[in-house]
C-alpha cells in the first residue's frame, strides 16, 4: 500500500528524534543531509536531545525526510499509537479519519479499519493529543487503545437494544395500515396521531444520524449518515408541509412511514450489524482469555499468590493441577501433560518435563509443575501472538485500494444522482411528491458501509480462524498474497527435518547394533553433547538398559571413553581410531555411504584385555520432520511447486530430496546467498514463499513473496516473516495457502456483492422502481450480509480435521 506522506498546508516546522549520532561532526552531516532534500527550508540539529528541528514547505515528502537522515547513516525511530474511534458508520468515515491523520507533519502512515474502529499511526514521535484533536476536527471521537480500555471495550461494545425496540414500536402503527391495504382494507391514522409518533422516531432515535451528518458536513465531506439524514428529513418535512397545506382530511397520503421504517430498519440493521461483527473478533477473545491476573511464586521458601504484574523473569512460578500456565518458562521440576490447543492448534496434550519449555497460556493437566519464568508481560509468547492478530486485523489489505478510492467520491456522487432524479422526475411528471420520494430512495439505498465492511470483516474472521489452528498471519498483505503462491522453498534444517542429531543407523562390528548401542549410552552417559543426547534418545527408544561407567573422561577434538562392563570403551572419530591402532577396514565402506549422504560418523572400540577390537560404528543425521513429506505431496496436489535450499553438500541434500519428493533442490547454499535464490526464482515468474526457522533465513523470508517460519526456530525468522506456523509442522503450509483462498474468496464476493448492490440498486430507486422502505430495509441487509458472508470463514479446519469447508 503507497503510505507516502506529504505535509500540507502552510510551512511546517517539525521535530522529531534521531538515534546514532556521538558528536559535531554528526549534527554537522544530518544538517547537510536535511538541507539538501527539497522543500526543507532550514534544519537545526541538537546533539545533548537528539532532535532535529526543521521548517518544511508543502508537498515535502517526510518519508524523503526520513530517507535523507538514514542515507546519511543514523535513525529516525518511528512510534506506533493504536487509537480506538467511535462514530465511523461507513466507508467514507474510514477516508475521512485517514485524511485527517495523514495531514499531520510527522504522520508517516494512517490505516483505520472500520470492523475494529481502531486506527493505526505510525509517525515520528507525533504526540497522541494531536492525533485525538485531528480526529476529533473531523467529527469523530478517539481515544488511546490501552489494556484497561480495551477491557471496558469488551463490555461495552454491543449498542443497546432499546432504541431499535422502541423505534419498532413507534413504527409498526404506521406500517399496519398499508399493510391493511394490501387485504383489501382502506384506513388511516389521523395525520396529526402520524406526527405524534414519526416525530420522536425522526429526530430523538434518529438524532444519531444528524449528529454523524452534521460532523461529516462540517469537515466538507459525506457519509451514510448524512444519506439517510437527508432522505428522512425530506420525506418527514414532505409529510408536514401536505399535513399543514391540505389538513387533517385533505392529503391523500402522508409519509411518515417511510421516514419511521427507514430509520428503524437502519438502526436494526446497525444493531446486527454490531453483533456480527463481535463474532469476527472471536478468535482474538478466546486467546485474551488466555492471559491469567494471577501466579504463585516462591519466594523466601514460602508460595505466595500475586499479581501477574509483579512477576519477574528469574522468578520460580508453581502451576498446579488444571491451572493455566502464567509465564513462560522452563520447567525445573515435575511432570505433566499441557494444552496448548488455542495456541499452536495441537488438539493432543503435549508432554512435558523438567527441562522442557513451556509456554503462558497452556493448561496443566495432571502434575504439579515447578517452572523458571523466562518471559512475562508483553514478552510472552502468548502476549506476542495476540499482538501479531491484533496487528493483522488492523492493516488494510492491498485490495482494499479500490474501495478507498471509490468510497472517497460516493456520497458526493450518490447526492448529485438524488438531485438529478429529483429534477429529472419533477420536470418530467409534474409529480414533485413522486420526485422527491424517488430522491430520497435514491439516498436510502445507496450504502458505503458494506464496502467499507467487504474486506476487514473478511481478514478478521480469516486470520482469527487461522490463528485459533496455529496458522499466525502477521499482516493483511501476507494473507491476501498467499492464495496466489505456485512456487514454496524450504530450508531443509529445522523446516523439512527435525533440526537435532539422531541415531539413524548402526553398523555392527564385532558386536551386534543392540550391544553397540548400549556401550555408547554407557560411555556417554554424564555428557551433555548433542550426539550424547541422540544415544540416550535411541537406547530409551529401543529399550536398551543403561550400564554403569566408571572413569569416564572427554578427549577432545577425538572422542570420550570411559570403564563399562569390564572393558574400556572409546567413542569417537576417525582419527582416535588411529591413535588407537584399531582397524577400521571392515566398515570403511558403510561409514564412506553414511558420510556421502552427510552424516557423521562416530566409531566404537573396546579393549577387554585380550587387545582393541572395532565393536561398530553409529551414524548420526538430522531426521525427517514426520508431516514433511505429506507436506510437500500436499502441495503438489493443489499445484504448488516445492523446492528446497540447504547448505549441506549435495548428497546430504539429494537423500533428503529425495525422502520427501522434491525434485528441485539446491545444496551448499550459503546463507547469504539465500536471498539472492529467492530473487532469482522470483524473476523467473514464481509467486514464491519461503519457508525457514533460523536466523540465517531472514533474508530470503524478506526478500519472498510471503515469508513463512516455523514457531519452533529462531524469533528473528518469525518477526521477518508474514506468516509463522506455531507448531513448526510443514503440513500447515497447505492449510495457510487454503485459508488464504478462502478468505480472499470471501474479499472478493464482499466486494462484488457491495457493488452490485449500489449499481443495481441506485439505478432502480432513480426509475422509482423502490419506495423508500424498500430501500431502507436493502440498505440495512447489504450490511449485515457482508459481515454473516465474511463469518462463514469461521467454519474451516486445517487438513487434519477438515469438515465442511465455508
Known sequence: MDTATNITGNAADLSFRIEGMTCASCVARVEKALKAVPGVESASVNLATERVNLRATPGTSIQTISAAVEKAGYEVPSTSVSLAISGMTC?????????????????????????????????LGVPTERLIAAVEKAGYEAMPVTEESAKQEKASSLPAWWPVALSALLTIP???????????????????????LATPVQFWLGARFYKAG????????????????????????????????????????????????????????????????????????????LRVSEAIVRRDGKEIEVPIAQVHVGDVVIVR???????????????????????TGESLPVSKSPGQTVTGGAVNAEGLLVIEATAVGGATMLSQIIKMVEDAQAVKAPIQRLVDKVSAVFVPVVLLISLVTLVAWGVLTGDWQQALLNAVAVQVI????????????????????????????????????????????????GTLTEGKPAVVAIESGKLDSRRVLELARAVQQYSDHPLAKAVETEAI???????????????????????????????????????????????????????????????????????????????????????????????????????????DNPGSAKAIAQAVGITDFKAEVLP???????????????????????????????????????????????????????????????????ISKRTYGKIKQNL???????????????????????????????????????????????????????
Open 91 to 123: 466507508a467514507s468515515c474510514v477516508q475521512r479519519v485517514e485524511k485527517a491523520l495523514k495531514k499531520i507533519p510527522g504522520v508517516l502512515d494512517a490505516s483505520v479499519n472500520l470492523a475494529t474502529e481502531k486506527a493505526q499511526v505510525r509517525s
Open 174 to 196: 404506521l406500517v399496519i395500515p398499508m399493510l391493511a391495504m394490501v387485504f383489501g382494507h382502506s384506513w388511516s391514522l389521523p395525520g396529526w396521531l402520524q406526527l405524534v
Open 541 to 647: 527408544s529401543q529399550g536398551v538398559a543403561l550400564l554403569p561407567a566408571a572413569n569416564a573422561k572427554a578427549l577432545p577434538g577425538r572422542g570420550v571413553q570411559a570403564d563399562a562392563n569390564g572393558m574400556t570403551v572409546y567413542l569417537g572419530n576417525a582419527r582416535l581410531m588411529n591413535e588407537l591402532g584399531v582397524a577400521t577396514h571392515e566398515l570403511e565402506d558403510r561409514a564412506a555411504a553414511h558420510a556421502q549422504d552427510g552424516r557423521t560418523v562416530s566409531w566404537l572400540a573396546v579393549s577387554d584385555g585380550s587387545g582393541m577390537q572395532l565393536a561398530g560404528l553409529l551414524a548420526f543425521g538430522d531426521t525427517l520432520k514426520p508431516s514433511a513429506k505429506a507436506a510437500v505431496a500436499r502441495l503438489a496436489a493443489i499445484g504448488v511447486r516445492s523446492v528446497m535450499l540447504t547448505g
Open 214 to 289: 452534521w460532523s461529516a458536513l462540517r469537515a466538507g465531506s459525506g457519509n451514510m449518515d448524512l444519506l439517510v439524514a437527508i432522505g428522512t428529513s425530506a420525506a418527514y418535512g414532505l409529510s408536514v408541509y401536505l399535513l399543514l397545506m391540505h389538513g387533517e382530511h385533505g392529503a391523500a397520503h402522508l409519509y411518515f412511514e417511510s421516514s419511521a421504517v427507514v430509520i428503524t430498519l437502519v438502526l436494526l440493521g446497525k444493531w446486527l450489524e454490531a453483533r456480527a461483527k463481535q463474532q469476527t473478533v472471536a478468535a482474538l477473545r478466546a486467546l485474551e482469555s
Open 321 to 343: 493441577p488444571g491451572d493455566r500456565v502464567p509465564v513462560d518458562g522452563v520447567i525445573l521440576e515435575g511432570s505433566s501433560h499441557l494444552d496448548e490447543s488455542l495456541l
Open 752 to 806: 462484488f456483492w457491495a457493488f452490485i448492490y449500489n449499481l443495481v440498486g441506485i439505478p432502480l430507486a432513480a426509475l422509482g422502481l423502490l419506495n423508500p422502505m424498500i430501500a431502507g430495509a436493502a440498505m440495512a441487509f447489504s450490511s449485515l450480509s457482508v459481515v454473516s458472508n465474511a463469518l462463514l470463514l469461521r467454519r474451516w479446519k486445517p487438513s487434519q480435521t477438515k469438515g465442511d469447508h465455508a
Open 446 to 493: 445507496a450504502c458505503p458501509c458494506a464496502l467499507g465492511l467487504a474486506t476487514p470483516t473478511s481478514i478478521m474472521v480469516g486470520t482469527g480462524v487461522a490463528a485459533r489452528h496455529g496458522v499466525l498471519i502477521k499482516d493483511a498483505e501476507a494473507l491476501e498474497t498467499a492464495h496466489a503462491i505456485t512456487t514454496v522453498a524450504f530450508d531443509k534444517t
Open 672 to 738: 547469504a546467498d539465500k536471498a539472492n535464490v529467492v530473487a532469482a526464482l522470483k524473476n523467473e515468474g514464481h509467486k514464491l514463499a519461503m519457508v525457514g526457522d533460523g536466523i540465517n533465513d531472514a533474508p530470503a523470508l524478506a526478500a519472498a513473496d510471503v515469508g513463512i517460519a516455523m514457531a519452533t526456530g529462531t524469533d528473528v525468522a518469525m518477526h521477518t516473516a508474514g506468516i509463522t506456523l506455531m507448531r513448526g509442522d510443514p503440513s500447515l503450509i497447505a492449510d495457510a495457502i487454503d
